[in-house]
């Protein structure tokens, strides 16, 4: 049981699966969430313990340095003893630091998937899943922002309920994905400056992601051929 659990059976020609799963559980399992426990104290700590959850499986699927690894993982800790603080001390104020915490660790997690996916030089299924995982990755991470725009500057958006972050975050995680696709529905408008400008760049990154993404695949393809010819 041990050695299934293991990090060492993960390879850089699976990993990216595995952080696939664990962010596709995360986005599935919070529209659950808010589907059927809006607005309820269990609601909030399933929120809370779906995204620790979420960020174990994506630690444990980093290949990566031993610095980095340890980063990561300290960072999934942090989250969790911040949020057994918060629960017993009814500190809903240091709400702020989890999402601090969460927004390093999806930066953190794209970095490490960028170099793998987009710079390894070749084109395998698992370069292919980690450009979706990328993608993810960086609708998770104006979650994060939008979140914490909300928290500090009320009314930031219209069509948003007041409540905590863990209410809202399903709310941002679909708002997120519309604007990062130029899809947008306009049920959820953004009005502070502030808000607008970071819905405005995520829009500009997700148009500029697709081409490099698309550019970096084919070139990495070709070169492939290439070398095999030769």
Not at 24 to 53: E, K, N
Not at 173 to 192: K, M, Q, R
């Amino acid at each position: 049981m041990r050695r299934l659990f293991s990090r060492k059976n993960i390879t850089e020609k699976d990993n990216f699966s595995y952080l696939l799963l664990s962010l596709f559980f995360l986005l599935l399992s919070s529209a659950v969430v808010d589907q059927f426990f809006a607005r309820t104290l269990l609601g909030q700590s399933l929120v809370i313990a779906l995204t620790v959850i979420s960020m174990l499986i994506g630690v444990w699927s980093l290949r990566s340095s031993k610095l980095a690894f340890n980063t990561a993982l300290g960072l999934v800790i942090c989250t969790v003893l911040l949020s057994v603080t918060v629960a017993i001390l009814d500190q809903a104020e240091m709400g702020f630091i989890h999402l601090l915490l969460m927004l390093y660790f999806f930066i953190l997690t794209l970095k490490l998937a960028t170099q793998q996916a987009l710079f390894s030089g070749s084109v395998t299924r698992n370069s292919i899943i980690g450009s979706i995982c990328i993608f993810l990755l960086l609708g998770l991470i104006w979650v994060m922002l939008y979140l914490l725009v909300a928290e500090f500057i009320p009314n930031s958006f219209t069509g948003l309920e007041d409540g905590s972050w863990q209410h809202n975050f399903p709310d941002f995680i679909y708002f997120s994905f519309v604007t990062l696709t130029t899809l947008g529905f306009g049920d959820l408008l953004p009005i502070s400056p502030l808000a607008r400008f970071l819905v405005y760049i995520e829009a500009i990154v997700g148009v500029f992601y697709m081409a490099i993404v698309v550019s970096s695949l084919v070139s990495a393809g070709i070169s492939n051929i290439q070398s095999t010819k030769n």
